[in-house]
């Protein structure tokens, strides 16, 4: 039996963990692109940009004994703990959310803070998800937060609707609708229905919420079961109010004039929501993109007033693509100030891949602007030169390295999604010139190599003024 | 003795992990824009984005066994394996470079991707390292690589400098010195010097390194010693060769010349050298900015061709600031296939932290480019309005949702670095004007409220124009 002469190593199969969304540079561009929008306008509000790091003690990050969270957690040892065999919870663990770390970052550095304080955050958290499609261990949070000290004005639970639509028109994947709510007025509602304790009304909301899914009958039934203790009245005006959905800025001041006087909660959550609607109004908001829809309640025992939810008209199924709302104390476990704050998270990754299984994401073009080619070898510092004047004037250039067919130049530039293909042969630099060619209008035309970077310039903004239209 | 009517759950001490650099946010801006502009110049030279997920499979990332890397990696545990008590190593860990995890990449994605592949990186990357000022366990690298498929032409490692020429141009840091070497020439001068097996290079490799530090005499002394073999003459013609540095392209031929007709890797390490001079010159990087120094050696058993070295002129003892080289192949223990690559490494986190220590980082500037001011409750819809118009144009903008007294909201202003403040007071409102204050020129005009927008482009349009000048 012959032995093999050199033993290879064995190869290791390149792959990730389950559960992460790994991109292949065309969707890594349009993911980009996503967060470079977001990015934009929370900026253009006027938030400011934090950022944590990924790893958090865990005495700090699980401040709330137990819970689904902490069961989903993970946690970080170095290679020297491990080695020792440390017993226990390890020292750090990943955040799961953005919110925690906010809840830190502001308490560790109230003093150096202006508040409120308007901070922005776009960073990925884990979290150990149950194996699923769609769902993931790692994902990009976007958030944005208002925070106050001691008291925040419920001005500023209007200015979250106004941000919402300018990042999802801007993001332009269709028609959507900003939901509202307020935890108030849902409170003041049930009290008067009979449904006084917050467990109970917090039984009453799950049961409400598969409203979507079970449908009415199925709710109605279990709302006149044993554990809720209602009158078939009772049940009937809580369909009834789930229900609510205005249909204007005007229809939604009647929906909120027809709940009447009703308790102290009520009202207040009623005064609430017509404050916010107004300056939802003042800031620009077309009254197609928000709507009141008294069926939403996010976390039951986070949100104390305004809450929010975004949903995409034409894709329903997708659920919320934005959602937050106004909460008591961000901070109470990390200080004794009182913080409270009103806030608002896309979960980007869950979105992006929605997106693109609903064929919505657009991959087609690359962030390379212009690709120069080369016919022979001896032209390469010609073409060096060329792509130099390129990017001094900020186009985004690559250049053929080694000399091919210019068929299979053109070809790969097609393929990548690069729009300008710059040729330029013996006779063009003998002349000075080169040669476009434009692949998306399939045209082509000649320029001097003066006058090249300030005639791409002109093309690259005018599709760039289409695009935004 | 009395006792408390409520225990207070106790507060627990906000604080991140050693190691790790948490900044505020005039600080984040000031990170967030030198990403931005290291991100534009990789783009602006036809590099495409990829993200890779901080965890990686264990088995995947620690291909080496042993070694200092795997000492320092960080390994992640979910709560369930925790609670299982699982022996032996996790199953994932944090990446500690951005290369192993290009590596995974290109041989998982080998078949969707064009090569020559031309990616960027800007990622964070975790290390255990001891606690020490100016160590960090989680840091951002910004990483530019070319890979081959088989092959991959020299001409590729010229395009590298260029590169780190636009990046460290435009974050206007101060003049700096890219320095190459080539490894080739390096073998084949040591050989000469019969230094001739790698490990014995590597030894006297080590002790060059410390010319700087140690000095040229306990430098010569070690390498006479009994470890290196080597003759008086040896050492003294090693230590000519290390403290070759060019000081201009012609003086770089001149020097490459110098060295001789030599053995075959000394005249192919001065090919390529040459060729490398004269495409970075093709490339329009100015002969001040880059420099020969036979000196540079980096990863002994990593890199096989062109190595690259940044230094900062004014500030030489940060050390390299941007380093890379030449790799014969990337990914040998995924895949057969060869992938040859050049790439470069920019450590983010501790180049800003060793700037804002040298003074050298301006944090004066928000994001927020205009604060609208509020001087009566009854004024929000118009100050929202106003806001609307602004953010419309493209243009940061913050709304001072509470009134408060107007020297209050300047100073408020004035601290946060926003540069315009805009004024509408009961007449502005009636008249339909705002009188805007340039904090910055120390000036104030009125203007009407159509015109505000597009006044306030040009201001800072001009401002910017200005300031990247």
Redesign the interface.
């Known amino acids: 039996m012959a032995l093999p002469l050199r033993l290879e190593?064995a190869?290791?199969?390149?792959?990730?963990?389950a559960g992460?969304l790994?991109?292949?540079?065309p969707d890594?561009?349009a993911?980009?692109r996503m967060l470079d929008t977001i990015r934009r306008n929370f900026?253009?509000?006027?938030f400011?940009?934090?950022?944590?790091?990924?790893?958090?003690?865990t005495?700090?990050l699980l401040?709330k004994s137990g819970g689904e969270t902490?069961?989903?957690?993970?946690?970080?040892?170095?290679?020297?703990a491990?080695a020792k065999g440390d017993e226990g919870?390890?020292?750090?663990a990943?955040r799961f959310d953005l919110t925690v770390p906010l809840?830190?970052?502001v308490?560790?550095?109230e003093h150096?803070?202006?508040f409120?304080f308007?901070?922005y955050q776009m960073q990925?958290v884990?979290r150990?998800e149950r194996q699923q499609r769609g769902r993931f261990r790692?994902f990009y949070q976007c958030d944005i937060d208002v925070i106050g000290k001691d008291a925040l004005?419920v001005?500023?639970d209007a200015?979250l609707p106004?941000v919402i639509h300018?990042v999802f028109s801007e993001l332009d994947i269709g028609a959507f609708t900003i939901q509202l709510n307020n935890r108030k007025l849902m409170r003041g509602f049930f009290e008067a229905q009979g449904v006084a304790d917050a467990e109970q009304q917090a039984l009453v909301l799950r049961e409400v919420d598969k409203l979507d899914k079970r449908g009415e009958d199925y709710v109605r039934e279990t709302l006149l079961g044993d554990g809720c203790a209602l009158s078939p009245e009772g049940v009937e005006r809580i369909l009834q109010f789930v229900k609510v959905r205005s249909t204007s800025h005007a229809d939604a001041l009647v929906q909120l004039d027809a709940l009447g006087e009703g308790n102290d909660a009520l009202r207040e959550g009623v005064a609430e929501l017509r404050e916010v609607l107004?300056?939802v109004r003042?800031?620009?908001v077309p009254e197609a993109a928000y709507a009141l829809n008294f069926s939403i309640a996010r976390g039951l025992d986070y949100y104390t007033g305004t809450v929010y939810e975004t949903t995409l008209n034409d894709y329903p199924q997708i659920g919320s693509i934005c959602s937050g709302g106004r909460y008591e104390n961000l901070?109470s476990?990390?200080?004794?100030s009182k913080l409270p704050g009103v806030g608002i998270s896309i979960g980007l990754t869950r979105l992006f891949w929605q997106l693109r299984e609903a064929g919505l994401v657009s991959s087609a073009q690359?962030?390379?602007q212009v690709?120069v080619t080369q016919m022979e070898s001896a032209h390469?510092?010609h073409c060096?030169?060329v792509?130099?004047d390129l990017?001094?004037a900020?186009?985004?250039?690559?250049?053929v390295?080694?000399p091919a067919k210019l068929a299979k130049q053109f070809k790969?530039a097609d393929?990548?999604g690069i729009r300008f293909v710059v040729v330029l042969g013996e006779d063009e630099i003998a002349k000075g010139m080169v040669t476009v060619k434009d692949l998306r209008r399939e045209d082509q035309f000649e320029v001097s190599r003066a006058e090249l970077a300030s005639t791409l310039r002109v093309e690259l903004a005018q599709a760039e003024a289409l695009a935004s239209r």
């Open positions: 190593p190869l290791i199969k390149p792959r990730t963990p992460v790994e991109l292949l540079p890594q561009i993911f980009q900026e253009r509000f006027g400011l940009p934090v950022e944590t790091p990924v790893m958090e003690l005495d700090v401040t902490e069961r989903q957690v993970y946690f970080v040892q170095s290679t020297g491990l919870t390890p020292e750090m990943l809840a830190r970052y308490a560790e550095h150096d803070l202006a409120p308007r901070r990925r884990y150990g790692e004005s001005r500023f200015e106004a300018s107004e300056l003042a800031l620009g901070a476990h990390y200080t004794k690359s962030t390379v690709l390469l510092p060096l030169a792509a130099n990017r001094l900020g186009i985004n250039t690559e250049v390295m080694e790969y393929r990548a």
